[in-house]
C-alpha cells in the first residue's frame, strides 16, 4: 500500500511540474517594428482603413496611432 501511495504521488508531482514549467516560462515572440505610413495622409479614423493601406505597402498590418492619428504600419523585426 505505501509503494502504491509513493507512485501516486510521485506521478501527481510529475504531471504538477509539467504543467507548472509550461505556464511559467516565457515563450519568446517575434518583435514587432512599427512604421508611419507612407501613403496614407488623412487623419486616421479607423483601424482597418489604416491596416488595408499598409497591407497594401507590404507591412503586416497597421493601426492608428496618437493624438494627432497617424496611421503607423506593422512588420516582424
Known amino acids: 500500500m505505501k509503494l502504491m501511495n509513493a507512485s501516486v504521488c510521485s506521478l501527481l508531482l510529475l504531471v504538477l511540474f509539467l504543467f507548472a514549467s509550461t ?3 516565457p515563450v519568446a515572440e517575434a518583435k514587432v517594428c512599427v512604421y508611419p505610413s507612407r501613403y496614407f495622409h488623412l487623419l486616421c479614423l479607423r483601424d482597418k482603413s489604416c491596416a488595408n493601406t499598409c497591407t497594401k505597402e507590404g507591412f503586416g498590418g497597421g493601426y492608428c ?3 494627432r492619428r497617424r496611421c503607423m504600419c506593422t512588420k516582424r523585426c
Open 65 to 67: 496611432h496618437g493624438l
Open 23 to 25: 505556464t511559467i516560462m
